[in-house]
């Protein structure tokens, strides 16, 4: 098993930056890739950012793209989302995910490990 504690989250005014970290214990080696997902009030959970473990190659949806960085440190078994230039519409409960299948996707399904979320709130 795996768990996983988020942190980072609050309340932003527009424009403004927030840093989201997720620790994970347990069996961590286990572990292929983190990432990280949000959900908005009414609205499905969607893929945000995703970083493998091994080889720290990551990608983030076209949403966030070029304002989103993920990042993993390996020797601390954290993964971290840098967040700039937040809008409205980035508010959410953000949640951090891991994997154990050797795979890119960005399947909600795919991922089998979750922590317990942490709010986001930009304002505008």
């Known amino acids: 098993q795996v768990q996983l504690v988020e942190s980072g989250g609050g309340l932003v005014q527009t424009g403004g930056s927030l840093r989201l970290s997720c620790v994970a214990s347990g069996r961590t080696v286990s572990i292929f890739k983190m990432g990280w997902f949000r959900q908005a009030p009414g609205k499905e959970r969607e893929f945000v950012a995703v970083?493998?473990?091994?080889?720290?190659?990551?990608y983030c949806a076209d949403s966030v793209k070029g304002r989103f960085t993920i990042s993993r440190d390996n020797a601390k078994n954290t993964v971290s989302l840098q967040m700039n230039s937040l809008k409205p519409e980035d508010t959410a409960v953000y949640y951090c995910?891991?994997?154990?299948?050797?795979?890119?996707?960005?399947?909600?399904?795919?991922?089998?490990?979750w922590g317990q979320g942490t709010q986001v709130t930009v304002s505008s």
């Open positions: 970083v493998r473990r091994t080889d720290g190659y990551g």
């Open positions: 995910a891991a994997s154990t299948r050797y795979s890119d996707s960005r399947e909600v399904g795919d991922f089998r490990f």
